[in-house]
């Protein structure tokens, strides 16, 4: 098998070398050929790339938020929630699911409160987490069903999904959304922040790939407003505190007012001890009116209607804000495409937003697509100071301007590779599509240093840049193939994007193989036909050593 190979290696050889003898002889065709065919590449598919921060991974589980409509008691939510499951039930075949677990209202604890999802604000909201089984249909099918059917069957109800796997949790920094357009203002300016909210969020709703679009802040939830008549408390001998202590012991129990624990004494726990009207005797405004207001010094009390006026009124459900600031959150998920280019049409949005604003308002685009903006152009900024890096260091060892510069010439077929690769496997650039155009330059570049250094020691040996060129490339081939043959190969199982969270690496894996597969063509044809054109005239390199290291 040995014999078999360097044979059938041997005669690529040979017609490798009648190749490269007639680009040698067609310098300038080919350097036009490769110099159209690379920015061709880079002008034409680089813009339809899209960009997205790290791929989606499918995690086996769907997660989403289901929020009524503001002020629904947490048993009629409960009602909603019923239908919510049945749907996923018919969606999701029995086969694929495993579990489905809502959590509706806000949690008892506070710790709970703080550690779980922001969007759980009252009795009207609540979460569903659907496992699926180890072998089911790709989780964004499913998805994209049940945003069609909980937008056609339930349009009372507001549902947004959220990000299952840590990754993409960690990825949002504990935001609902990968994208969080929020208005900062003065308390001054509220009302106006809040339709400013709402206007964004009707125009980020018409973006194509935006969906999710919602108001993180709910504004509207029904309450009963109770105005306590101050002469009239005054006479009775009672005061704004009083009156609302009485009515919150017998709206939200004692242990909002006056909480009281008692300590088992075997156990050594505390329990709370709380009295409370019971819910079924205040259910009517008149019911309310009746609450029994304590008077100080008499054993009859007053009751709460004669010392306050009750009427409706709305409030807002949860207040944020940023640095002191109230803010209003638009919040967006994106579906069909990539973040990129939502992002891009968000900013155009929040471009035209801005040029009316009240004083003292602003807009910032946060989440997921802020620490993509700032790690792409930091890679983008790596890139090119690795580049200059590079050829600096190699400027000191070569001895020489020209000699880097022409090893670098095998990257731009680099870049023109990974581009071809991204756009026929329909991958967006990510940040790990980014690492392996890192890698996929390093290697270029090492195959590339064989190629020259070869030439140069040909040259010192009388030989002419014509024919130091053609040598270093048969040559050389054997080495520079097995390089990249190498890397190709290790890669492509992680381009496969197989097993779970594979998806993740894919990316890398296939910019790899794309920019190594164009850059070991450039560096065995390319490299040579720049180095015998720019070498032509050029004296010999004084012996140097380490230069074959």
Not at 170 to 183: E, H, M, R, T
Not at 355 to 363: D, E, H, Q, V
């Amino acid at each position: 098998m040995h014999e078999r190979f360097n044979v059938a290696f041997e005669r690529a050889r040979r017609a490798y070398g009648g190749y490269l003898d007639w680009a040698l002889g067609r310098r300038r065709l080919v350097a036009a050929i490769l110099g159209v065919f690379v920015v061709a590449s880079l002008a034409a598919l680089f813009p339809r790339l899209g960009r997205d921060f790290f791929p989606s991974v499918d995690a086996g589980q769907i997660r989403f938020h289901v929020r009524a409509a503001p002020g629904t008691r947490i048993e009629s939510t409960e009602d909603a929630f019923v239908q919510v499951e049945g749907i996923v039930r018919e969606v999701v075949p029995a086969r694929e699911l495993e579990t489905v677990i809502d959590n509706i209202g806000l949690p008892v604890s506070g710790l709970n409160l703080t550690l779980g999802d922001p969007s759980m604000i009252s009795s009207a909201d609540g979460e569903v987490l659907v496992q699926l089984s180890q072998e089911h249909h790709p989780i964004r099918d499913y998805v994209k069903e049940l945003r069609n059917r909980f937008a056609n069957e339930m349009p009372e109800a507001e549902v947004f999904f959220l990000a299952p796997d840590i990754t993409t949790q960690v990825l949002n920094f504990g935001l609902s959304s990968p994208i969080d357009v929020q208005v900062v203002g003065p308390l001054a300016n509220n009302a106006k922040d809040h339709e400013i909210a709402e206007r964004l969020r009707a125009s980020i709703a018409g973006v194509r790939g935006a969906v999710d679009v919602h108001l993180a802040q709910v504004v509207d939830e029904p309450e009963l407003r109770v105005d306590v008549d101050r002469t009239e408390a005054n006479q009775s001998g009672v005061t704004q505190r009083d009156v609302a202590n009485d009515a919150l012991v017998a709206l939200s129990s004692s242990g909002q007012v006056a909480p009281n624990f008692w300590l088992d004494p075997k156990k050594g726990l505390q329990y709370l001890v709380a009295v409370q009207t019971p819910q079924y005797q205040v259910a009517s405004l008149a019911a309310l009116e009746d609450t029994p207001i304590h008077l100080p010094g008499s054993a009859t009390p007053q009751v709460l209607g004669n010392l306050a006026s009750v009427r409706r009124d709305s409030t807002a459900v949860n207040i944020t804000h940023y640095n002191v600031m109230s803010t209003f959150d638009v919040q967006a998920n994106v579906q069909g495409v990539d973040l990129g280019s939502v992002s891009d049409a968000v900013d155009r949005i929040v471009s035209d937003a801005k040029k009316s604003l009240p004083r003292g308002t602003s807009i910032v685009v946060r989440g997921q697509v802020e620490s993509m903006n700032a790690s792409f152009r930091g890679l983008s900024y790596g890139i090119i100071a690795a580049i200059v890096l590079v050829y600096l260091l190699m400027v000191v060892n070569f001895q020489s301007w020209l000699d880097p510069l022409i090893i670098l010439m095998a990257l731009p077929g680099t870049l023109a590779g990974i581009v071809w690769m991204l756009y026929a496997s329909g991958t967006p650039l990510s940040v790990p599509a980014l690492m392996g155009a890192i890698m996929s330059i390093g290697v270029a570049t090492s195959n590339s240093i064989l190629v020259v250094t070869f030439a140069n020691d040909r040259r010192k040996e009388g030989d002419d840049a014509r024919g130091a060129a053609w040598l270093a490339g048969v040559t050389r081939l054997r080495p520079v193939v097995m390089t990249a043959l190498a890397m190709v190969l290790g890669m492509l199982p992680m381009s496969l994007g197989l097993g779970e969270g594979g998806e993740q690496n894919a990316p890398l894996g296939r910019a790899v193989i794309g920019g190594l597969a164009v850059a070991t063509f450039t560096t065995l044809f390319f490299v040579p036909v720049v180095y015998a054109s720019w070498r032509q005239k050029a004296r010999a390199l004084p012996q140097l050593e380490g230069v074959h290291s």
